[in-house]
Each structure stands twice: as structure tokens, then as C-alpha cells.
Nanobody, 126 residues
Framework: QVQLVESGGGLVQAGGSLRLSCTSSGRTRGTYAMGWFRQAPGKEREFVTGISYNGATTLYADSVKGRFTVSRDGTKITQYLQMNRLKPEDTATYYC???????????????????WGQGTQVTVSS
């Protein structure tokens, strides 16, 4: 059983940084690609980053390239999202996802992931 838990969200001023974490409280290891998505009020859930099962390949949405960095802890079902130079438009609930199916090309689709966390809120003030 994979139960994803996100942490690290909060309120930050524009230009600041946050680091999100995602861990599995159930099964802790697996050859799963993982992803980060976000959803702002009134908008659809959108792809942010993807990372392959061993961390060798990373994918980014154009809107976060150069500002966000995704990493993971080996083949543990654990990933991190370092978010720098945050903008008000980054405000959203951020979701962790695991167990990807399909071609690993950006942008990844939410429907391609099997497991999801409950989300953590990120608010960037201007």
C-alpha cells in the first residue's frame, strides 16, 4: 500500500523559497516514477515536475523551469521539490503523485498516476 504524504507548504513572500517533501507512509520502496502537480482555485490540476524511478530523468513545466528543482531519495518513494524565486502565480495546492504509466515526456498527465497525496498549500504573497 502506498500512502503519500506531502509537507512543507506555507505562506511566503514573492521571491522567497519553499521546499516540499513527499513520503510514503506505507510501502517505502518501489520503481515508481513520481510527479508534482498543482491546482489553483477554479483551475484544473496542472503538471509541475516529474522524476524517473531512479532520479536520472527529470521533467519540468515551462512555467517553473529554472526556478524549481525536483529530486528524490534513490528508489525510495520519496521526493522533494525545491521552489525558488516564487511568484504569486505559483499559489496553489501542490500534490504528490506516484506510479506512472505511459511515455515519460512532459507534460505528464494526472490520469497517468495511480497514487496521490492529499496536497499541501503554497501561498505566495506579492
Amino acid at each position: 500500500q502506498v500512502q503519500l504524504v506531502e509537507s512543507g507548504g506555507g505562506l511566503v513572500q514573492a521571491g522567497g523559497s519553499l521546499r516540499l517533501s513527499c513520503t510514503s507512509s506505507g510501502r517505502t520502496r518501489g520503481t515508481y516514477a513520481m510527479g508534482w502537480f498543482r491546482q489553483a482555485p477554479g483551475k484544473e490540476r496542472e503538471f509541475v515536475t516529474g522524476i524517473s524511478y531512479n532520479g536520472a530523468t527529470t521533467l519540468y513545466a515551462d512555467s517553473v523551469k529554472g526556478r524549481f528543482t525536483v529530486s528524490r531519495d534513490g528508489t525510495k518513494i520519496t521526493q522533494y521539490l525545491q521552489m525558488n524565486r516564487l511568484k504569486p502565480e505559483d499559489t496553489a495546492t501542490y500534490y504528490c503523485a506516484a506510479d506512472f504509466s505511459g511515455y515519460f515526456l512532459a507534460p505528464l498527465g494526472a490520469h497517468q498516476f495511480k497514487y496521490w497525496g492529499q496536497g499541501t498549500q503554497v501561498t505566495v504573497s506579492s
